[in-house]
């Protein structure tokens, strides 16, 4: 495996053969089972692998956790190399945004929504390095998480709005034993507020038991969504949403597909999670 800090030397090794497919998975490391699973689909879709590890200072507000951010470069190098990664992209927060930066990327309507509503530059900060990252890999494909569904949708819509040449892959989420989806955040949880976290998933549940007994009302799930969670003493709601899956507008009524997702503090930590339900 190649590592490299640099960008110069990440698209020299990008090029060396272009006539092999590459495959990117950008990450802010603290890997776990989730990036992985991005790891193996790139893998098994491309001749190389890249994988980006880096905290970008600029997709956190002031008041949120980038100071404490969980990382452990060894560790992350050592699952990269086992899992037969071909380049790893680290580079700092000097080389990514040099001296006099000065570009963002805006993606309008879908980032004013649900994340982009409680973190406000949030979007921004995501769509600028995700640009950048896909300009200094040019990867066949680029792979994303549905844990981070919004995200998905910012970047599908910013790739086609701005013809940039990489094919976008989401791929499912991973979770621990009890339905807990993996999060580098799941770090901070104390062993109480590691099973209170269950709550989300629990509540994702509820919301798909109704949509499949044929319950339609938007606000009636969520209604239900919001209750289970207020069942639990050491959970506080961000938001509980049940939208449209393209425009993540809230539903009155439900026809064919809908993407129940919520964020949620346990304690101190803010998790989020979702769940894509479509009419069998
Ligand atoms: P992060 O390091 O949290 O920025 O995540 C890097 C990528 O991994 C993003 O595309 C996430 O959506 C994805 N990811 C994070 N957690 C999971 C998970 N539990 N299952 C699948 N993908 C995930």
Redesign the pocket.
């Known amino acids: 495996m190649f590592f490299t800090p640099h960008i110069a030397d990440a698209r020299k090794a990008r090029w060396e053969d272009p006539t092999l497919t590459w495959g990117l998975?950008?990450?802010?490391?603290?890997l776990?089972e989730?990036?992985l699973?991005?790891v193996r689909r790139a893998r098994a879709d491309n001749d190389r692998v890249a994988v980006s590890v880096f905290v970008n200072p600029t997709q956190f507000a002031p008041d949120e956790d980038l100071s404490t951010y969980p990382r452990d470069l060894e560790q992350d190098m050592r699952l990269l190399r086992a899992e037969g990664v071909d380049l790893a992209f680290v580079p700092s927060v000097a080389e990514m945004y040099g001296k006099g930066f000065q570009t963002t990327i805006v993606v309008q309507d879908v980032t004013k929504r649900l994340e982009g509503a409680s973190r406000p530059s949030h979007f921004l900060g995501v769509a600028t390095v995700v640009t950048k990252l896909l300009n200094i890999i040019q990867p066949t494909t680029a792979?994303?998480?549905?844990?981070?569904i919004q995200?998905t949708i910012v970047i599908r819509r910013m790739v086609a709005d701005l013809n940039i040449n990489s094919r976008i892959a989401v791929?499912?989420?991973?979770?621990e034993s009890d339905g807990l989806?993996?999060?580098?955040r799941n770090a901070y949880l104390s062993s109480t507020e590691r099973q209170a976290a269950t709550v989300l998933y629990k509540a994702l549940q509820t919301a798909k038991h109704a949509l499949d007994r044929g319950e339609r009302n938007g606000e009636h799930i969520r209604r239900v969504m919001r209750r289970l969670i207020h069942n639990e003493r050491l959970a506080r709601i961000d938001y509980v949403s049940l939208a449209d899956i393209e425009t993540l507008e809230e539903l009155d009524m439900v026809e064919t597909a809908a993407v129940a997702s919520l964020a949620v503090f346990i304690g101190r930590t803010r998790l989020i999670d979702n769940l894509i339900w479509r009419e069998l």
């Open positions: 998975v950008p990450t802010m490391g603290y776990h989730g990036h699973s991005l792979y994303f998480g549905q844990k981070d995200q791929c499912p989420t991973m979770r989806a993996m999060s580098s």
